[in-house]
T-cell receptor
């Protein structure tokens, strides 16, 4: 079974600082990988996805993530944090070799941005 | 294009009562998902429909939870009777079709229903 581990339930950064949210997956075959963002009292919004094309994936709002097979990682980064980035971020996986699109989510990382 | 609609947005009930949640997916989306998101955790899939048929309900507690998707459009998730541990946000999502080998169809999420069981 596939699983996702997000290191750190909370990450605090200052406005303008680098954002790094960590995600590691466990799978015998590289899966498809996703980052979702959830603002308070809202549903999940897709930030970006890796579907076996380019390993460096650019998403919305200036976020990007790099798939590293050797490290089984898909960390999310943004060069300069903005106050509006404060939200909860979820990493998720789904098998490449399946006809299903079922997502398995990590426990989430709350990003706190201070002025 | 309208997004996934859910109602109610909030619900407070006492344990052993019953409750129902409604979801209207994006028009034309054949696949519908219900997720349970407990505070401090990521969403967990409860059930997946393809049109009006169930594809995966392996994590649905069938002794108390039920779901249906009549006519392959709207869906209702019911809990009867509710327990304290059912307090969570229930998210509905839809995608245009079930993914196939080598492809993926993005899931679009609704705002969720926050359930509090007292």
């Amino acid at each position: 079974a596939q699983s996702v581990t997000q290191l750190g339930s909370h990450v605090s950064v200052s406005e303008g600082a680098l954002v790094l949210l960590r995600c590691n997956y466990s799978s015998s075959v590289p899966p498809y990988l996703f980052w979702y963002v959830q603002y308070p009292n809202q549903g999940l919004q897709l930030l970006l996805k890796y579907t076996s094309a380019a390993t460096l994936v650019k998403g919305i709002n200036g976020f990007e993530a790099e798939f590293k097979k050797s490290e089984t990682s898909f960390h999310l980064t943004k060069p300069s944090a903005h106050m509006s980035d404060a939200a909860e971020y979820f990493c998720a996986v789904t098998p490449q070799n399946s006809g299903y699109s079922t997502l398995t989510f990590g426990k989430g990382t709350m990003l706190l941005v201070s002025p | 294009e309208a997004g996934v609609a859910q109602s109610p947005r909030y619900k407070i009930i006492e344990k052993r009562q019953s409750v129902a949640f409604w979801c209207n997916p994006i028009s034309g989306h054949a696949t519908l998902y219900w997720y349970q998101q407990i505070l401090g955790q990521g969403p967990k899939l409860l059930i997946q429909f393809q049109n009006n048929g169930v594809v995966d309900d392996s994590q649905l507690p069938k002794d108390r939870f039920s779901a249906e998707r009549l006519k392959g459009v709207d869906s209702t998730l019911k809990i009867q009777p509710a327990k304290l541990e059912d307090s969570a946000v229930y998210l509905c999502a839809s995608s245009s079709k079930r993914g196939s080998v080598g492809s993926y169809n993005e899931q679009f999420f609704g705002p969720g229903t926050r359930l509090t069981v007292l």
